[in-house]
């Protein structure tokens, strides 16, 4: 029988997700329910624990503790998962040998996608993202920029309802970023839900229904970005960086920073209270 949340919960929902490398606790009872058709922000200093998060929610890095569902999917089942999700990495995994179509259409086959509707959908995306000139050139001679463009066409092609996201804009130029954010709020202003990192943040305040921060591995803010400002606002108005480094700030002599403990929830004021607001707010 289909479980009800794969016709109508959340689109990620995680309970108490925890990944340990060792004696690295990289992520650290993470709790997310993200609805269907959001774009959610997820901000945090290097080594926070976000690829790590959008790793085990893909299927590529086992939980060692907790569980998660993408579309009601658990993410231990790769199979069904593979699916539902789309998923580009910071460095997109492509093979230098291929062209940029043949690369495309390598991964439609995965997907099975049929082959007029490939085609169709490979011209189209290769035409918006101004690389229908180059599609028949090997990758290897690809750009920092191309590639990832070659990505995220990878990523969406088979239309998934869920995308992860990770850092879709870095190395762009102006315009190939602009038709990024355009394609993520057209996606999003459908049914597809956006999973966001990225450092650049005006990205996550453009597009961002909810942000989420992650600091050594446990969220520590969580709300939408108006509401996250208004908190870091001291009279005049504040900016998702304000947040950021306020959240994100390891306050000197605090016991749990000094014993090297991942949990920087109730270890300071700020830092706190926004974790009671996430908790609120779901
Ligand atoms: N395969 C691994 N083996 C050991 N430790 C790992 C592994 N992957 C990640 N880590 C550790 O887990 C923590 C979280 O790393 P992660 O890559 O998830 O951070 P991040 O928030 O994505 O960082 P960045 O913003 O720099 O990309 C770090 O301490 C990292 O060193």
Not at 157 to 179: I, K, N, Q, W, Y
Not at 183 to 204: R, Y
Request: aromatic content about 4%; overall charge negative.
């Amino acid at each position: 029988m289909v479980p009800d949340d794969r016709l109508d919960g959340p689109a990620i929902e995680t309970t108490d997700l925890t990944k340990r490398f060792g004696d690295v606790l990289a992520v650290d009872g993470l709790d997310l329910s993200i609805p269907r058709g959001d774009v959610y922000g997820f901000l945090g200093p290097n080594g926070s624990g976000k690829t790590t998060t959008m790793r085990m929610l893909t299927t590529l890095t086992r939980p060692t503790s907790g569980s998660a569902r993408v579309m009601g999917v658990d993410v231990t089942d790769r199979r069904e998962l593979i699916s539902v999700v789309g998923y580009l990495p910071e460095e997109p995994p492509l093979f230098d040998e291929l062209t940029a179509r043949e690369q495309l259409r390598h991964v439609a086959a995965l997907h099975d996608l049929p082959r007029e509707r490939a085609r169709e959908r490979i011209d189209r995306y290769l035409d918006r993202f101004s690389l229908a000139g180059e599609a028949d050139r090997r990758l290897e001679g690809f750009s920092t920029g191309m590639r990832k463009k070659v990505g995220l066409i990878a990523t969406v092609l088979h239309d998934p309802p869920v995308l992860f996201l990770d850092e879709p804009t870095s190395g762009l130029d102006p315009r190939a970023a602009r038709t990024v954010k355009d394609l993520i709020a057209e996606l999003s202003g459908g049914e597809t839900t956006v999973f966001l990192s990225t450092h650049i943040l005006p990205v996550v305040d453009e597009l961002a229904d909810t942000v989420g921060v992650l600091h050594r591995g446990d969220l520590v803010a969580e709300g939408p970005p108006d509401r996250l400002k208004q908190r870091a606002e001291r009279g005049e108005a504040g900016s998702l960086e304000d947040v950021f480094l306020e959240v994100t700030t390891d306050h000197a002599g605090e016991a749990s920073a000094a014993a090297g403990e991942s949990s920087a929830a109730g270890t300071s004021g700020p830092t706190g209270s926004d974790t009671s607001e996430a908790d609120a707010q779901r």
